[in-house]
């Protein structure tokens, strides 16, 4: 039963960020903290908290917000992508919580590519893990600046202030490795609220920001209705009018506006926006599934993207990419999958291989296939032109999964690759 509900929403800004790190490290704990701290539990959830724990007798647990399956209480893993919602006096947060276990990368990768700053949470006894190393390079490669590390447990190691200085220079030096620079790195106890909300007595060594007001330091990148527009194209209704339904994934688009149909760069205006029981809709902005009656009789058809005339972004059939490989077959040169990016889809091909890295060691691999949970710097080719952006630009055509039946690889793309022009000399 996942906390879902959030408070009652004011005009303040939002911030989305992910809380990533090795399984049993605390991140449901600490979310739950939050929560708590930040007063988002309403009483009978506490109460029913409370009630869970009496019956398996233990002491007040915080990860069991986070909990929605039986199994998951029992196993004491959290096993599913879930967003949570609470408040601070300056903005409205949404945490991303991403599962720590391997089998569920995907669902971190997921996750994380919504995220504007991160989490990266680690067990003070524990110290640096596999999984911390492989999620904190996910958030190297998704291109996430603003990270706190945090170092919970504390109370396991007796707050001891040495402890905390061994494995912040531990993490430090790896984290220099993939360029990453974590604006903060607080020790932390999620179980017991050390300087989540407020400053801990217990480490009095400790002079620097609690989670929250780290939190609230964070720029929200701009939003996407104030980025180009990019309309998704998902199908193409025909009756008294000719209508183009799809989804406004970034920008604002009115009627009236010029606008190119891509990949075939076909030039017209929208005349006019419809939605369902709605006269004389004057604009659409992100987020919006909507309708477009357009002005000439150009050719539309689903994986389209329509865009305003002078911000087109690349289209090409060369994508450079970042690869998360996630199936137990092997990746090779010259494979065929689909490449589906926003509701595009199209078959595409493994041209090759610029580097293979694993994610855990972070040491550069010397073959020519991917193996499964590995990183790669990919060239794929496209059977026919796709329009895309890099991740920086638009989260909606700056990154794609393959298809191979199921889900194998999730990829975010570095470079906008060739244009068409340029692919065809």
Same mark, same amino acid.
């Given at each position: ?30 979310? *739950? ?45 959290? +096993? ?15 945490? +991303?919580?991403? /599962? ?38 996910? $958030?190297?490669? $998704? ?44 020790? +932390? ?10 400053? !801990? ?15 609230? !330091? ?9 980025? /180009? ?35 075939? *760069? ?43 005339? *002078?911000?087109? /972004? ?37 041209? !090759? ?41 638009? !989260?909606? $055509? ?14 975010? +793309?570095?470079?906008? *690759? ?8």
């Amino acid at each position: 039963m996942a906390m879902k509900k959030s408070p009652k929403r004011t005009e303040k800004e939002d911030l989305k960020f992910v809380i990533v790190g090795h399984v049993d490290h605390g991140k449901s704990t600490l979310i *739950g903290r939050l929560l708590y701290d930040t007063g988002s539990i309403p009483k009978e959830k506490i109460k029913e908290i409370k009630g869970i724990c009496d019956t398996l007798g233990k002491p007040m647990e915080f990860g069991f917000i986070l909990d929605n399956l039986e199994e998951e209480r029992d196993q004491g893993i959290t +096993i599913d992508t879930t967003q949570t919602f609470f408040d601070t006096t300056k903005r409205h947060y949404t945490i +991303i919580d991403a /599962p720590g276990h391997v089998e569920f990368v995907k669902n971190m990768i997921t996750g994380a590519s919504q995220a504007e700053a991160a989490i990266l949470i680690v067990d003070a006894e524990e110290g640096v893990q596999e999984q911390t190393r492989r999620h904190a390079y996910i $958030l190297r490669m $998704l291109g996430l600046k603003q990270v706190i590390a945090v170092l919970n447990k504390m109370d396991a190691v007796g707050y001891d202030k040495r402890r905390f200085a061994e494995v912040k220079a531990e993490l430090t030096a790896f984290l220099t490795e993939i360029s990453i620079t974590p604006s903060f790195i607080i020790p +932390i106890s999620a179980k017991e609220g050390d300087n989540i909300a407020k400053k !801990s007595k217990r480490m009095p060594w400790y002079d620097g920001s609690t989670v929250l007001k780290a939190l609230d !330091s964070f720029t929200p990148r701009a939003t996407e209705k104030d980025r /180009p527009l990019r309309f998704a194209v998902q199908d193409v209704y025909k009756n008294e009018k000719r209508i183009v339904v799809g989804r406004v994934e970034s920008g604002t688009l009115h009627a009236g506006e010029k606008v190119t149909v891509l990949p075939s *760069g076909e030039a017209t205006e929208v005349t006019s926006i419809e939605e369902f029981l709605k006269e004389s809709v004057k604009s659409a902005e992100a987020g919006k599934a909507t309708g477009l009656v357009m002005k000439d009789k150009v050719f539309v058809d689903r994986g389209d993207i329509i865009v305003k005339q *002078g911000e087109e /972004p690349t289209v090409t059939t060369t994508v450079h990419c970042h690869l998360f490989w996630m199936d137990k077959e092997a990746l090779k040169k010259g494979q065929r999958l689909t490449f589906e990016c926003a509701t595009q889809s199209v078959i595409c091909e493994v041209k !090759s291989f610029e580097r293979i890295i694993d994610s855990s060691t972070l040491e550069e691999i010397s073959r020519k296939e991917l193996r499964n949970r590995e990183v790669a710097d990919v060239i794929l080719t496209t059977s026919k032109p796709v329009v895309i952006d890099t991740f920086d630009n638009s !989260s909606a $055509l700056g990154k794609f999964v393959l298809e191979r039946k199921h889900t194998v690889a999730g990829g975010i +793309i570095t470079e906008h *690759g060739l244009q068409t022009g340029e692919d065809k000399q």
